[in-house]
């Protein structure tokens, strides 16, 4: 028997409310065994603005804590000792700036930088195909990402720039093999972005190498996502020894870090997921040649809302189950030899293989998102998953098999969920307005100009927004700067151009979207908005694309829209129907505000369905503004929706007749 393994790091994706709130979850959660920290931030920290910034509203500590200076990241961190943590940041676009605040922070701790551990995710091409929380063109976004590589390589050498993020690719309905190929193909695009530099020569680019980490999901076909995890490894390596030749075994090694599935939980029969959970992570923990480096899990009901502290608890003594009760680390790869494993794993790797050769013909990943080659493939992945839950060909349990349940006691009662206070967004404006009231102006001044100027001339990023940080400018202030130097940007929606993969189940649907239409004179017109800063468009895309299957002319821009220009599409469109996606939890007050501007411009009459994780409470405030539906994660069957759509213009149409 081998000497048994270190089990991997313990995570909880957490942040929420304020700083000072989501401190107390972090001391919380470390007293219990987490051994490391997983920091979600809010989407206008994520998207570079300010708490008080006009596309903000509603946002405001919702998915994540809200960072706006170094005043927040000092709360956040209060009685945490960053020189002896393990810290993982979600934050991309402004990567370079949420580690600068982190710098900062271990600088006011007196740690030691090159004691810092932890890893900014910094995948921003990922950003561009999944979860949408870029801002800047692809050029300066890849420069920014090859300056914190540049950065950290020097400065803080225990620390992971990049973690190249395969997680988000699997919710955006990536297959097996491409979120292989795609994960793998960021990589490629990042290294030889800081290759073609020269800034990072010989054995420093084999440092570079050996610093970049991934990030992977786990699915419930847990054999095949173990195969996948092997897969992963060989390939990267034939990368690193091929493409880059590197021979060091350390600088080589595929090192990764895991969140299972989000995607898969369900909202029907929520306690399903517990157990969904537990088989997700033995795909990425059974196989140790392969095995993860840090483990977070959802909670067993995030498809219903923000999880309790006892529901991340409960996460976490799965893994402390695992790592500690059983024998799994007691033993060598159990799968070694076996026949059927090394099988899957080749035809993983010849099928990924060769995906990564079409995406390098193209000009490489970065190519490959400008003409929308990986987000069209992606949206047709997802449309061919999800109609075969729709058809009852993929078992979901208790969603479209054994449907019939008891109540389930864990989620009724006050308290159930946790929400976010409805005061927390004035209150973080408040404490942001009066930092920027306490700072020295002319220091802040001269760094952003710094910062600028920095930008503007090719430097390294890095040790101006450290400046920054410590002269106290803010999250928005930071991203302002850079907008005014790189511009902004908005990624194709892949929608026009998503092939459907066939026309079952739409004729009945068809026929009643041709009457309808031909009674009104003209094709039903759906505006599909996403309102905000939320770019989990997964949902919207899939509406979309089965909307316009079914003959009606669809409105979609993507993502990240103001209720103005939602409301300003719809009077120049001439829409039918309007359908909002909102997966943040904002959507009370961003709903709030398209009612209101549709009434203040005589839109009134013009029909609203809404769609995202929405509390039964919320449903019922929401119609109380005049929304006509409410869809959530239960509401699978596209069919079903686009239906429902067809008849409410209709009845529309009546009215006004």
């Known amino acids: 028997m081998v000497a048994r393994d270190k089990p991997w790091l313990f995570r909880t994706y957490a942040g929420h409310s304020t700083a000072t709130e989501s401190n107390k979850l972090y001391r919380s959660n470390l007293a219990k065994g987490q051994t490391g920290l997983s ?26 804590v809200p960072i706006s200076h170094l005043g927040d990241m000092r709360t956040l961190f209060d009685g945490i000792p960053l020189a002896e943590m393990n810290t993982s940041m979600t934050i991309n676009a402004c990567a370079a700036w949420l580690l600068s605040l982190y710098i900062a922070t271990a600088d006011e701790q007196g740690a030691d930088r090159t004691k810092l551990q932890g890893t900014t995710q910094n995948d921003i091409i990922k950003e561009y195909l999944s979860r949408g ?13 090859k300056d914190t590589i540049i950065f950290t390589t020097e400065y803080l050498p225990r620390w992971n720039p990049m973690n190249v993020c395969s997680y988000h690719l699997q919710e955006a309905g990536a297959t097996p093999v491409q979120e292989l190929a795609f994960a793998l193909a960021n990589a490629i695009a990042v290294l030889d972005t800081v290759k073609k530099s020269g800034e990072a020569e010989g054995k420093v680019f084999g440092e570079v190498v050996g610093r970049i980490s991934f990030f992977v999901n786990a699915g419930m076909r847990f054999i095949t996502e173990m195969c996948k995890m092997r897969a992963f490894v060989d390939l990267w390596d034939e990368i690193c020894v091929n493409r880059y030749g590197i021979t060091d075994a350390k600088q080589k090694l595929f090192r990764y870090g895991v969140q299972v599935n989000s995607l898969g939980l369900t909202e029907q029969q929520p306690e399903n997921n517990v157990y969904r959970i537990l088989l997700e992570m033995l795909a990425v923990t059974l196989s140790k040649g392969a095995r993860a480096r840090a483990v977070q899990l959802p909670a067993w009901n995030e498809a219903l809302g923000l999880p309790r502290s006892f529901d991340q608890q409960w996460s976490l003594r799965m893994q402390q189950v695992l790592a500690y009760e059983t024998d799994l680390l007691d033993y060598g790869d159990i799968f070694d030899g076996s026949t059927e494993i090394a099988k899957k794993v080749e035809q993983l790797k010849e099928e990924a293989r060769a995906e990564l050769a079409q995406i390098d013909a193209m000009g490489g990943a970065v190519a490959a998102i400008e003409n929308s080659y990986m987000k069209q493939q992606l949206v047709e992945s997802n449309t061919r998953r999800l109609e075969a ?102 990624a194709p929606t892949g929608v026009g151009r998503a092939a ?29 908005g996403k309102p905000g800063l939320d770019g989990h468009s997964n949902g919207a895309e899939q509406i979309a694309v089965r909307a316009r299957d079914c003959g009606m002319e669809v409105v979609y821009e993507g993502i990240r829209l103001t209720p103005a220009e939602i409301v300003n599409a719809a009077l120049e ?21 398209v009612m209101d501007r549709l009434r203040a411009e005589g839109l009134s009459d013009i029909p609203v ?30 069919n079903r929706i686009m239906a429902d759509i067809v008849a409410i213009v209709d009845r529309q149409s009546q009215k006004a007749a």
């Open 573 to 593: 469109e001439s829409v039918h129907v309007i359908g909002l996606s909102i997966l943040s939890g904002s959507h009370v007050p961003l709903v709030r505000d």
């Open 133 to 145: 929380t870029y801002v800047f063109p692809p050029a300066p976004s890849m420069r920014l990402t």
């Open 609 to 638: 369905v809404v769609g995202g994780i929405i509390p039964p409470e919320d449903e019922v405030q929401l119609k109380g503004f005049g929304v006509t539906a409410v869809y959530t994660p239960k509401n699978f069957e596209l």
């Open 500 to 528: 459907r993969v066939d026309t079952q189940g739409l004729d009945e649907v068809r026929k009643g979207v041709d009457a309808v239409s031909e009674k009104i004179g003209r094709r039903i017109k759906f505006l599909v």
């Open 39 to 64: 920091v979600a931030f809010d989407l206008p920290t994520q998207t570079g603005y300010d708490s008080d910034h006009p596309l903000a509203r509603g946002e405001v500590g919702k998915v994540g």
């Open 389 to 490: 839950i729709e058809r009852g060909e993929q078992v979901v349990v208790g969603v479209n098999r054994w449907t019939e349940t008891e109540p389930s006691p864990l989620t009724t009662g006050e308290g159930a969920i946790l929400t976010v206070p409805e005061g927390v967004e004035a209150e973080q404006i408040a404490r942001l307005q009066a930092w920027r009231e306490a700072r020295d102006g002319k220091a802040a001044a001269a760094a952003l100009a710094s910062l600028k100027s920095a930008a503007q001339e090719g430097r390294n990023i890095m040790e101006p927004s450290i400046v920054c940080a410590k002269a106290g400018i803010t999250t928005g202030e930071w991203g302002t700067c850079l907008r005014e130097v790189f511009g902004e940007y908005r």
